[in-house]
């Protein structure tokens, strides 16, 4: 939707790309109608006339205008928008899951029929709200996909297609060409090196005669890409905290790295990301990225890969815009000085999430990990946490402790295999909570931290965990849960980074 239906958001956005200010870099698209193209808000051209420029909330919006990819700025070579986490509307919900591949592997009918809605609702919604029906997205997100792996990867053409969810190598063709003004030969050979440059070539006569399938039994495939994040960026305090819960056997980490197998459509990977070890004591970087290192059984879940991993390290956080609402409190203030970028530990499997946190509560995360590890040996798989249906299966017998804790967490796993609980990203997040809510053995202290961990709620405030009420007492703020919560409403929207500072700060 075309920003000029307030003329207050058209003047703060044409002032944005005025200054090139790169906060703005992933939150909506500039259009220049003059030149046809769409930039982001930093791109350093000259800044086009008012008359010429339209602005948009997504890429998709601006093909739809019959606007280009700006071959100077590379507009999605940015963070993605914030909004798909800190809203909770139908569209950004729906963001969630179209970036994770839920068209390619459903189409339509399945990403409307996960929400709740019919298809044409779903599309009638999308397109008012974003610009671009649910298709549209779904083609925007796979150009960037290509375009992040042609630049990045030495994969062959064809490998590059069905990674990106292309359903034929003519429809990558046609897709890049239209989007970009290249081919994607043209995009692998403007960002590779000259010995990149020969690897492509091969890799591209390697494409010809490839049919519109994906390769069946193929090897697994090894990749490297650099994603970026919003400075400032704590990408340490990222990898501590997976290092410090990684659990014996499954998961390995240290301050700058945090390595393990995980489940995806089509398969598995043995996933490694890394922070820059020379980028200081806070892993700040003035243009911060994180490097994914990835041995994938399937190319076609190479962008629900990326996503996931977005996800789980909140990449496209608005770090300095939560920095600066939260400094204006004093008592906030020498908390976010002292650790800026500060983002929420996200989960790359939502199921997973809830067990560890259910076998986890009550006990030290020592000992939680020792029990963890022990459970991954005797139910789990592939080297990897036990899922549902191992819990509901041989839960019973493995599981130790309290019978009303053991009959929690399988009766959970039950819940989840037979289809009465869903724990899904693209859930409202009230509805989500209730859900949890409504399992015997799952109290409010678990759904918020759930809704922290697995939705990347902003807004969830664990005030009835004692770390955080000794944190807060400790610093002259109300210590009981029921004054904290009103405390905290004037932290909103910001009240799960409110928090993990209060928790860092302990």
């Known amino acids: ?149 042609l630049s990045s990867t030495h994969m062959p053409m064809s490998d590059v297609a069905f990674a990106a969810g292309f359903s034929s190598i003519r429809q990558f063709n046609d897709t890049i060409l239209a989007i970009y003004n290249m081919t994607p030969s043209d995009i692998r050979r403007n960002t590779h090196n ?60 240290d301050n700058f790295s945090y390595s393990r197998r995980v489940r995806l459509p089509h398969g598995s990977a043995a996933l490694t990301v890394s922070i820059d070890p020379d980028s200081g004591t806070s892993g700040l970087v003035a243009a911060p990225t994180v490097r994914v290192g990835a041995v994938i059984d399937s190319v076609s879940d190479v962008s629900t890969l990326v996503a996931r991993v977005r996800r789980l390290l909140d990449l496209d956080a608005d770090s300095a815009a939560i920095d600066a609402a939260l400094s204006t409190d004093p008592v906030f203030a020498p908390l976010v000085e002292r650790v800026p970028g500060i983002r929420i530990p996200g989960s790359f499997d939502a199921e997973e999430a809830l067990f560890r946190t259910l076998i986890g509560q009550q006990i030290s995360v020592a000992a939680a990990r020792t029990v963890m590890a022990r459970l991954s040996v005797e139910l789990g798989s592939d080297g990897q946490f036990p899922t549902a249906r191992e819990f509901a299966t041989h839960g019973r017998e493995a599981l130790r402790g309290p019978a009303a804790r053991i009959n929690a967490i399988v009766g959970t796993a039950e819940a989840i295999v037979d289809g009465r609980l869903l724990i ?83």
Request: proline fraction near 7%; charge should be positive.
């Open 1 to 149: 939707m075309d920003a000029r239906s307030t003329t207050e958001d058209f003047a703060q956005k044409y002032r944005a790309i005025s200054s090139r200010d790169s906060r703005f870099d992933g939150q909506f698209i500039t259009g220049v109608h003059s030149t046809g193209i769409y930039c982001r808000p930093s791109c350093p051209a000259r800044t086009p006339l008012e008359r010429n420029v339209s602005f948009y909330r997504t890429a998709a919006a601006a093909h739809e205008a019959g606007l280009r990819a700006c071959k100077r700025c590379i507009p999605d070579a940015v963070p993605g928008s914030p909004d798909w986490n800190t809203r909770d509307d139908l569209a950004s919900r729906a963001m969630r899951l179209i970036t994770d591949g839920v068209v390619e592997r459903a189409g339509v009918e399945g990403l409307a029929q996960r929400l709740g809605y019919t298809p044409r609702h779903l599309t009638r919604v999308l397109t008012s709200e974003l610009g671009a029906g649910p298709l549209s997205l779904a083609r925007a997100h796979r150009a960037h996909t290509a375009r992040l792996l």
């Open 194 to 253: 000259s010995e990149n440059r020969a690897i492509g070539a091969r890799a591209q006569q390697n494409a010809s005669g490839v049919n519109s399938e994906s390769p069946t039994g193929a090897p697994p495939v090894s990749l490297t890409l650099q994603l970026p994040a919003r400075a400032p960026f704590d990408g340490m305090g990222l990898m501590k905290f997976f290092a410090d819960h990684a659990i014996p056997g499954v998961e390995t980490g």
């Open 424 to 506: 899904d990203v693209a859930a409202p997040a009230e509805e989500f909570t209730a859900s949890l809510l409504a399992m015997p053995g799952i109290g409010q202290w678990t759904a918020d931290y759930l809704a922290l961990r697995v939705l990347g709620n902003p807004d969830v405030l664990l005030s009835s965990d004692l770390v955080v009420r000794a944190s807060a007492a400790a610093r002259g703020l109300p210590s009981t849960a029921a004054s904290l919560s009103v405390h905290a409403t004037r932290w909103a929207p910001w009240r799960s980074y409110a928090g993990l500072h209060l928790w860092r700060a302990r």
